[in-house]
């Protein structure tokens, strides 16, 4: 964008809307040094996995996933399955329906799960898929043919 003759290139600065300041600034500090303070990636690892699937930093992205399957619980399972999904987190999507499917009792009370019938079915649909994947049988059994004469 530099290179081109375009309004960046202009005024020698990008501005970046879509990232939170105080994300932005912990990202930057990742890529420059690696690091991210604990209590900062406890805080906003959903929105620094955001931003990390958006500008591929793909071990920002690990960690953030890293810190949210250890603090996966009933209460944010449903809004973790929709994280994962949005930003191509295909093991936290794994783990978030396995532990849905595990505690779906408890979980299905909850407003995010409500929310996520109603606005993301077919992770609704995933999880279900899942769960019958995971009995290892049918749950009826298989209907009877009649023979054609």
């Known amino acids: ?25 912990e990202m930057l500090r990742f890529m420059y040094t690696g ?3 604990q209590e ?7 929105e620094l996995l955001a931003a ?16 949210m399957r250890s603090n996966l619980s009933v209460d944010n399972a449903a809004d973790i399955l ?3 999904d949005r930003h191509n987190g295909t093991q936290l999507k794994s783990l978030a329906i ?3 499917n595990s505690h779906a009792e408890e979980i299905m009370e909850t407003t995010g799960w409500q929310s996520l019938i109603k606005n993301n079915p077919q992770l609704v649909a995933d ?8 009995q290892g049988s049918p ?9 054609k004469s």
């Open 1 to 25: 964008m530099f290179d081109h003759e375009m309004e960046e290139s202009r005024k020698g600065q990008v501005q970046i809307t879509d990232v939170d300041s105080e994300v932005l600034q």
């Open 35 to 37: 690091e991210i303070p």
């Open 40 to 46: 900062k990636l406890e805080k906003m690892a959903d």
């Open 52 to 67: 990390a699937d958006k500008y591929q930093l793909d071990r920002l992205k690990v960690i953030c996933e890293d810190v």
């Open 82 to 84: 929709v994280l994962a």
């Open 98 to 100: 396995d532990f849905i």
């Open 127 to 134: 999880a279900f898929r899942a769960l019958v994947r995971s």
């Open 139 to 147: 749950l009826f059994p298989p209907a009877k043919r009649f023979k």
